[in-house]
């Protein structure tokens, strides 16, 4: 009996130590989208970080790339957001840490790079018979034309031998 | 007299106009292969249950075969040109694989993606028959460390070009897998282009 209480107890302080350090639980750092082609902007949130205690620092880090973006705005949701820039970056995928104002951490996240638009990859099959059309035209003009010409010579004989 | 003096003449007038109907006719018949199109009952689902497959360490990939459609083919890594459009294989080696390099390498964790050509202006190329692949069809991928990941496919499906699903084909997967991707729908003389891109969509198990 004594020790179901203190099961029950310890469940219950579980649960109340989750609900009341949400922050601690749900410090993140959002990449919206997380897939972008190359030369589209993303927007990082730090979702946790105060405005009033400063600006978010998201430190961006990848194949070709690690840098420092400073937040701009405060999110519509809460939190700080910046926007970023993908031009020149190389693909791949990148990994976004977010330090807020005060120095704490927001987590972080990936975002991933790609090319642009789907692949190039057919050229239309060339063996659908056009060739062979042109090819037939021109002989078959060139046939009829000659066939003229005999025709002619045929009718006057003596021009023709002019 | 005249048909003497007129016979070569005669005669080669008919033979051109023989040849050239005879073009023609061939011409008329000879209808333009078209890639097949992925059936609707194929299109992806949420990916299989993967197996507890541990992942593998990066090594490109050497080889890709798909025995349900008779593919061999050598794969060399491609990755995209200055304008950011992927890159393909060279149209003068339609049946050369090309291995998207930027990403992970098949077995890893995440979406290897492999590209290849429908056709070129001499026949049906490497993934011209993508579309007839379905769902739980294989596909083997030799890698240079001389393992050899083997994927099942969960889904086939054709996208426009311009809704390419790039999430789907180069985003995140918590599990290994693989993106076969080619050109299919019609064929737009004015752009020289496909409309649409085929995916298909498979997991490792193996």
């Known amino acids: 009996m004594k020790a179901k209480t203190v099961l029950v107890s310890a469940a219950v302080g579980v649960g109340l130590g989750a609900l009341l350090l949400p922050g601690a639980a749900l410090a993140e750092t959002i990449v919206s989208p997380a897939t972008t082609p190359v030369g589209g902007t993303v927007v990082l949130t730090a979702t946790t970080c105060n405005p009033k205690s400063g600006d978010a620092i998201f430190r961006v880090t990848g194949p070709n790339r690690d840098i420092n973006v400073r937040s701009t705005t405060a999110a519509a949701g809460g939190g700080l957001s910046a926007e970023l820039f993908t031009a020149g970056f190389t693909l791949g995928t990148y990994t976004v840490t977010a330090t807020c104002g005060d120095g704490s951490a927001a987590g972080s996240a990936t975002f991933t790079v790609t090319p642009i638009g789907g692949a190039p990859a057919g050229a239309g099959d060339g063996t659908d018979g056009t060739g062979s059309l042109a090819a037939g035209a021109t002989l078959l003009g060139t046939a009829l034309g000659g066939a003229l010409i005999l025709a002619r010579r045929r009718r006057h004989p003596a021009g023709a031998a002019a | ?206």
């Open chain 2, 1 to 206: 007299m005249w048909w003497r003096r007129q016979a070569p003449a005669v005669v080669a007038v008919a033979l051109l106009g023989t040849a050239g109907l005879g073009l023609i006719a061939s011409g008329l018949t000879a209808a333009p292969t078209r890639p097949p199109r992925p059936d609707a009952a194929d299109a992806p689902v949420t990916a299989r249950p993967a197996p507890s497959l541990p992942p593998l360490p990066r090594a490109d990939p050497v080889r890709v075969e798909v025995p349900a459609i008779g593919v061999r083919a050598e794969v060399v890594p491609v990755a995209a040109d200055a304008a950011g459009v992927l890159e393909v294989p060279p149209l003068d080696r339609p049946a050369l694989a090309g291995w998207y390099s930027p990403g992970v390498s098949p077995g890893e964790t995440g979406n290897a993606v492999l590209v290849g050509h429908v056709d070129s202006p001499t026949g049906p190329a490497v993934f011209f028959d993508l579309g007839r692949l379905r769902r739980g069809d294989t596909v083997r991928v030799t890698r240079a460390d001389a393992g050899v990941a083997t994927f099942t496919v969960d889904g086939v499906a054709a996208y426009p070009k311009d809704r390419f699903p790039a999430e789907l084909v180069y985003g995140p997967n918590p599990v290994a897998g693989l993106r076969l991707v080619t050109c299919g729908g019609r064929f737009d003389e004015r752009s020289g282009d496909y409309v649409d891109n085929v995916v298909v969509f498979a997991t490792r198990t193996g």
